[in-house]
């Protein structure tokens, strides 16, 4: 009983914990897009912050995966925080735009960073950690919009001082995971909860090496051979080793490639869509003011982002209560959302903004309960020894999706704008 009591306990101090990593790893995040409005002029596309905020991410997750283990958790996790803090001071403190989107950029690129290291490390600790990250990722959309649209709409509090105070954020991270966060061998202890997280040694390590080479025989057979060649010509243990690394990566990337159709693919649709309807459609999304609950127009698009972090923190935070086997199904009725919400802005045919204010809160429904559920489902079915590489390589597909949203919005944007001018709606001018 005292050992269920104390397991219990743990399990409960994790979740918290990563529900700490997750919300402070996106808070800044979301901050930068609900401020996209206020950050760029009006004729600029505010799918260019977008694309600031989501490219370095993307990259680090594209390459980081095959060599980050070499870094220790701690090391990553300051690196993250200082990134994360240098940006956000740079995009409040200067006036010129490519400054601010340089600062963008070294946020995103802390984010991206953040996400794939707290997903690698739930491996070490079950469950209840991806469980916490994953609601802390929604709350963070959920308190990111909520905060912006409440101090700058409501407070009224300029944009600086509002992006100044989210800065000092990420020491939090640090303090969580410092204090916070039990050893892997505490876990491990409490074994009726966790079986299989411990913390891997370097034994651990060539086992792992040697069982991922057995599954690629084309690997392995080319590790021998090189390492023969290698040998007969008086090659040192250090140049061996070298080319382990070479070989590691082969395999590793071939590991990637098996993710791809039920992991990554359903990560990449839903974000794709969600993140045009987002960043480019919701801009245009206008009603006279006299039939919404707002006086300026520039209310309308924090009104959506909330509604839509709403939705992304239910879902995600829904994986103890809820599973889904099915994930392509939810990636599908998003594309069904972003074609209603490109009507809309066209033909102007919904008649009232709340019907729109649901369709954003159905939007993050879906995009969080496929965020959480592909995560989930490699927790479940890949192999032990493959689990820490696959949660965090996995994390580029819904980066991917964002990235080329992000492009995508440069144009839809002015074209449904401009398309509405042309028919005597002149609102998206306003913003």
Sequence with gaps: MHLLRSASNLEASIALTFGLFGLINNVLYVVILSAAVDLVPANVPKGIVLFADILPAFAAKLVAPYFINVIPYGARLFLCAVL???????VAHTPSIVIKLFGIGIASLSSGLGELTFLGLTHFYGRSSLAGFSSGTG??????????????????????VTIDLSAMLPAFMLLGYSVGLPSPKSVAYHSAVYSSARPRSDTDRAEERTRILEEEPAVLSAQQNVHSTLSAQGCN?????????????????????????????????????????ISAVAPTLLFPTSQSPFKNFRDFYPAYQALYQAGVFISRSSILFLRLKNIYTP???????????????????????????????????????????????ISDEVEEYEREFSLSATTVADSTGILLASVTALTVEPGLCGYQKAH????CELV
Excluded at 143 to 149: D, F, K, M, T
Excluded at 351 to 362: N, Q
């Design 84 to 90: 994360s803090a240098a940006g956000m001071l740079l």
């Design 331 to 377: 990636s599908l009725l998003q594309i069904v959302n972003l074609a209603i919400l490109i009507l809309q802005a066209l033909l102007y045919f919904l008649p009232s903004v709340w019907m729109v204010f649901g369709i954003f809160f159905w939007t993050g429904l879906l995009g969080g309960a496929v965020y959480v559920n592909a995560f989930a489902k």
């Design 237 to 277: 243990s250090r140049e061996l080793a070298q080319q382990d690394v070479w070989t590691d990566l082969h395999a590793n990337l071939g590991r990637a490639r098996r993710l791809i159709y039920p992991y990554m693919l359903p990560l990449f649709l839903v974000y794709s869509a969600e993140y045009v309807a």
């Design 139 to 160: 709350a963070a959309g959920l308190v990111g919009a909520g905060y912006y649209a409440f101090a700058t709409t409501s407070l009224g509090i300029s944009t600086q």
């Design 424 to 427: 005597g709606r002149t609102w």
